[in-house]
């Protein structure tokens, strides 16, 4: 992370590295504060943490379970609740008169599939809290929308347990996977609209992807 501040940095632009365990409310609430005091002001949030453990129900570890619902779900609330304020207070005063939240979701949020049901409980959730928060802040001026990635090419299946990991490189093997830069690009993409737009859901599948 520093040594991507220093390249943003190193191109005029400015960049503040805060770490945070965003399960832990007070953590989160810690990492809004910092960075609206070394900031200035707070105009994006892009709710992007996540975990992903997948395999049979009945064999799943609960601590995998919690640990899914901690990040996916409270880490994506601490955060949210936090930066509100800011937000709102952004679109006030700002010379966009605009702020956006944006939510990585997963095709996961929208189709349910075996072996994934307790990452679908979480994505199916944060699709119904991000439209829920649309409607409730929109006229004040933040734009709340949902990014749906398929499969990219990131560490996510590195959390995956021996023989889970294997059988979903099995699944992807020979696809063109997504590269995270490709929804960095959707997501720069949504909260560059002039104010008169809203994209409020985007899903973004390889072209190779079938489910
Ligand atoms: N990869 C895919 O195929 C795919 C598909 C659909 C949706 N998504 C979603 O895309 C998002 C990003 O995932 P990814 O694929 O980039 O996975 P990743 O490579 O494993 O990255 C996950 C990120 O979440 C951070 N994180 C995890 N727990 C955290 C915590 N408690 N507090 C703060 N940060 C935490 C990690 O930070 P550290 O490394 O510092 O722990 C890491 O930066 C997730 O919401 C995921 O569900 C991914």
Request: charged content about 25%; cysteine-free.
């Amino acid at each position: 992370m520093e040594e991507l501040a220093a390249g943003i940095r190193a191109d005029g632009g400015t960049a503040l590295v805060v770490a945070a365990d965003i399960a832990d409310r007070q953590s989160a609430v810690d990492a809004v504060a910092r960075t609206v005091n070394e900031l200035g002001r707070l105009d994006t949030v892009v709710n992007n943490a996540g975990l992903m453990h997948v395999g049979p129900a009945a064999e799943a570890s609960p601590d995998d379970w919690d640990a899914m619902v901690q990040i996916n779900v409270h880490g994506l609330l601490h955060i949210t609740r936090a930066a509100l304020p800011h937000l709102i207070s952004a679109a006030a005063d700002s010379p966009r008169r605009i702020a956006d939240l944006v939510n990585i979701s997963s095709t996961a949020g929208r189709v349910a599939r075996p072996a994934t049901a307790v990452y679908n409980l979480t994505k199916f959730g944060v699709n119904g809290f991000t439209e829920a928060l649309r409607q409730e802040v929109r006229e004040q001026g933040v734009r709340v929308g949902v990014v749906e990635p398929g499969t990219v090419d990131t560490e996510l299946s590195t959390h995956l347990r021996d023989g889970v990991r294997e059988a979903i490189e099995r699944q992807v093997e020979g696809l063109e996977l997504l590269r995270p830069q490709d929804i960095a690009d959707a997501v720069a993409y949504m909260v560059t609209r002039d104010r008169r737009v809203a994209v409020n859901e985007m899903l973004v599948r390889a072209s190779d992807q079938s489910w």
